[in-house]
């Protein structure tokens, strides 16, 4: 049965085999091209397409963000420095759910409450495809932590980098400044691209205003990567080049000097090179700590800072408009001298109080019964209100405001430091123009004894007191004296920009307002004497002034200054320059509520013009070898 | 069988006779082996560890498919009934107590290896019905049909339990060869595929989810490019960035910097073709052509109906590997696990692979003793 079968059907078989065979080879063979022709689709039509994502696959381009550069001052101290740390920093991009990550994250590394609202503040401000710190100056058991565990934690990074550390503190807070996270805001007054791997920008002083140069520029690498995002090796280099390295013409001595000096009192110190221009210090207290702002401070912190009614973040030097008193009075004189309105040697009759015609209105000397004859150099010493009034009455408000305009008040100086404030020199267009009133001839008297509508700030009264020291002659005030370039390391000075000499009809005419302000400190019925002029080893000449802050009623004499509370207490002011006849430092003193301008404006500017002699600088040019 | 004892082997062609070897076969394998090794030491990252491993095994194939050439084929057709039953009572055994590895049911602990019985079915299936056939009138009746289409089912279905979708697509297929080779009429042929195509929704509702995600991926590969469609858009990429002559041997950036997933198992074309372009593709298609061309010459030129059956269908479905493998990589087919032969890394699978091959080398060098 079996072989009947094989027998009757082997012919046949092998025939339907051979046609089966056949067919199948014809389908292999169909089924062969389609995968020919699929691959080949892939290889050839689309290879361009395929190339490109291989490419972007593997390569992938890292921002190398270039070392900031430092700030030194003159003799090279360091006032801000670059510090090694790592943080932690979460790419908001890339990671699926924030709080979940934290919460891991904290089994590993310590995050406290204060770490996540910042980390929340600074992620509302932060583009999403950047890098936000959620720890920062992680030890190296954290580091070490953290790395061990990084496979869990996509878009989560420990990075190495630099911090920002200002070894003066809250000394030179002011006046350089201190950077900051980089914030939407920010990215749109620079170019972007050169932010790319940066974490600070610069938000205050000296870090603000010259962010371009301090920066540097970013390099790039371009990397091979894998699939996980590891770099594996570097296909191409495009190295940083740092930021410059600012040495400013402060005095990093005479700066903790003239902060020393204020003590606690709230105010402000401006101390300048009349010959240059260049700033030697630079306060204004109270003061912060700058570091707590470079990697974000925390929600306390700046609440503190904000809430503090001495306001510590109020740069007084620059942003301070503060009636200027009497320290305007020598540039009054002067008018008064160049008008040709009054002489020099004019014995001027000073009762307490002038009354302007057709008014009852008593416009009171500071002194209540008056300074009897005085002339100008003794009007200057003595301070007398009354001269002034009666010079004023001559000298109209235009004569004033053109004198005072002339010294640089009541507009911004241009100094390259961040926000300066204008003040406030009044005439009769800004009356017209602001208040759409004409000028009355009682303002004219309160102006010309540097009250009323008249606001200064402490950096102008430095520049006027430069210019008076220089006799006319001046430079644009600033902080930058060199800067060392991060190529070749070679130190450049910036060049001061003289201001437009101020040229009198005589010159004598600086002596004689040189010589009133010599006697406010030397001669024994000054107003500075007692307090300023002992022990003097140098000339000196200055000039004190106190801003009233309220109002006196009518027929109130300036009270007893311990009965006023301290927010209505005068602001006391105090110029000086010294030596007179080779001025090397002009300074301004601002102390608010402080009170009489000789008695606690006064000794402050002598401390400080002490230190500044006791300590002669060094010679810039040795400054690059600082460090 | 006693000219070949009595004379000793003094010529190439006499040795090769001896010992029952297909030199054209031997060579085509052993280029295709040796080619995968190149491939292999590249798509690991350069581990030689894995060379060594994936040459042991070779070296075991080789060795083992040549014991099988020396084999009788009689005894192949004798035992496969048995050894089907066998791998039946494991696939049953597999599902009530398997191993659990990767989410499916495919292992069996034998206290000294772990063993895939599915493997096993891959011959004992074809060959069975090949057997089944050997003595029935062909074309086939409707029950000799039905009890092949059984003899297929059974084991298919219980390998797709576990689940291994690629293992149960190449045992239907084996034995679906074996029923085609022995004259299944076109008409139910026709049938058949109709009835499979419109079974298809039946088939989905009954996968599990991982492999529906799979069909849906392979529809639309970009609908989820970092889950599940990541394997095969980076294998595109793979493919694509090429060219017509390759990156070049170990220059595959996709592979060695691991974006590429499976790089020296399933996806290992990928990398050949990335390293080597159009070029190499085309030269390895050959060489596989070659390989199956053999086969099915092996097969027209055996004399008894259950080798023919065997080889015919052992050779088609060595083709089905490198279809489905390179299809699937490429994009054409969904992902199911089926490994590139001779070149991804792998050993059991390989192994029953060259045991195949010992299969038709024996059914050809035992020819002439049937045609005296």
Known sequence: ?627 | MSANATNAPSTLSEWLVYWRIDLQLLVALACCAALGLFVLYSASGQSTAVVINQAIRLGIGLLGMLVVAQIPPEWFRVAAPWVFGFGVFLLVLVVLLGDTAMGARRWLDLGVVRFQPSELMKLAAPLTVAAYFRDRSLPPNLKDVGVAALLVAVPVLLVADQPDLGTALLIAAAGSFALYFAGLRWRIILLLVLVAAATAPLLWYNMHDYQQERVLTFLNPARDPTGAGYHISQSKIAIGSGGLFGKGWLNGSQAHLNFLPESDTDFVFAVFAEETGLFGVMALLGLYCFIVARGLYIALKSQDTFQRLAAGSLSLTFFIYVFVNIGMVAGLLPVVGVPLPLISYGGTSMVILLASFGILMSIHTHRKLLAT
Request: hydrophobic share 35%; proline share 6%.
């Open chain 1, 1 to 627: 049965m079996v072989s009947d079968n094989a027998i009757k059907n082997h012919a046949a078989e092998r025939r339907m085999f051979l046609l089966r065979t056949a067919v199948a080879g014809a389908v292999i063979m169909v089924l062969v091209g389609v995968l020919l022709f699929r691959v080949g689709f892939l290889q050839v039509l689309r290879y361009g397409y395929y190339e490109t994502r291989s490419q972007d696959n593997r390569m992938r381009v890292q921002v190398m963000p270039p070392v900031r550069g430092l700030i030194y001052d003159r003799n090279g101290v360091v006032l801000a420095d670059n510090l090694p740390a790592y943080r932690l920093e979460i790419v908001p991009e890339q990671v699926e759910n924030v709080d979940a990550t934290l919460d891991r994250l904290s089994r590993i590394v310590e995050i406290r409450d204060a770490d996540r609202q910042r980390f929340r503040d600074r992620m509302a401000k932060t583009p999403r495809f950047r890098g936000v710190p959620i720890r920062l100056n992680l030890s190296q058991r954290e580091v070490a932590r953290f790395e061990v565990n990084r496979g869990s934690f996509p878009g989560v990074e420990v990075r190495a980098g630099l911090t920002r550390h200002y070894p003066l503190g809250d000394v030179s807070a002011h006046l350089v400044g201190y950077v900051g996270g980089i914030t939407v805001e920010d990215l749109r007054r620079v170019d972007e691209k050169r932010y790319r791997g940066s974490n600070h920008i610069g938000k205050s002083g000296v870090e603000y205003s010259y962010e371009s140069r301090l920066h540097g520029e970013p390099g790039s690498r371009v990397v091979e990567t894998n699939a996980s995002g590891r770099a594996l090796r570097e296909l191409e280099m495009n190295r940083p080049v740092a930021g410059e390295s600012l040495f400013l013409t402060i005095d990093a001595r005479l700066q903790r000097a003239a902060y020393d000096a204020l003590g606690d009192q709230d105010g402000a110190v401006v101390a300048m090179n009349p010959k240059t221009g260049g700033l030697l210090a630079l306060v204004s207290k109270p003061s912060y700590d700058p570091d707590l702002f470079v990697d974000g401070i925390s929600h306390v912190n700046y609440q503190q800072l904000i809430s503090d009614p001495h306001k510590p973040l109020f740069n007084r030097a620059l942003q301070g408009q503060y009636p200027p008193g009497s320290t305007v009075k020598p540039v009054m004189a002067l008018a008064g001298l160049e008008t040709d309105q009054i002489a020099a040697d004019k014995q001027v009759w000073c009762p307490g109080f002038i009354t302007l015609p057709g008014s009852n209105h008593r416009y009171r000397d500071w002194k209540r019964s008056g300074h009897g004859w005085v002339d100008m150099p003794e009007a200057i010493y003595r301070s007398s209100d009354v001269y002034f009034y009666k010079l004023g009455l001559k000298l109209g408000i235009d004569n004033i405001h053109r004198y005072g305009a002339m010294f640089g008040l009541g507009s911004r100086t241009g100094i390259d430091l961040p926000r300066e404030n204008s003040g406030i020199m009044p005439s009769r267009a800004w009356k017209n123009g602001t208040r759409n009133q004409p000028w009355f001839p009682g303002e004219t008297l309160n102006t010309i004894i540097g009250q009323g509508f008249m606001t200064t700030t402490p950096l102008q009264l430095a520049q006027m007191t430069s210019r008076i020291a220089e006799r006319g002659e001046g430079y644009k005030p600033h902080v930058l004296g060199g800067w060392r370039d991060p190529l070749d390391g070679t130190m450049h000075q910036t060049k001061p920009t003289a201001l437009r000499p101020i040229q009198l009809e005589d010159a004598s005419h600086w002596g004689v307002i040189i010589s009133g302000m010599e006697q406010v400190i030397t001669n024994p019925r000054g107003t500075a004497h007692y307090y300023v002029g002992q022990n003097l080893d140098y000339t000196i000449a200055g000039k004190s002034g106190s801003a009233q802050v309220t109002k006196l009623t009518q027929n109130q004499a300036a009270p007893d200054i311990e009965d006023v509370e301290h927010q209505f207490r005068d602001h006391a002011l105090f110029i000086a320059f010294a030596p007179i006849d080779d001025p090397e430092i002009a300074v301004a003193v601002l102390v608010e509520h402080g009170g009489g301008g000789s008695s606690v404006a006064g000794p402050v500017a002598r401390k400080v013009i002490d230190a500044f002699r006791s300590q002669p600088p060094v010679l810039q040019a040795s400054a690059g070898a600082g460090r």
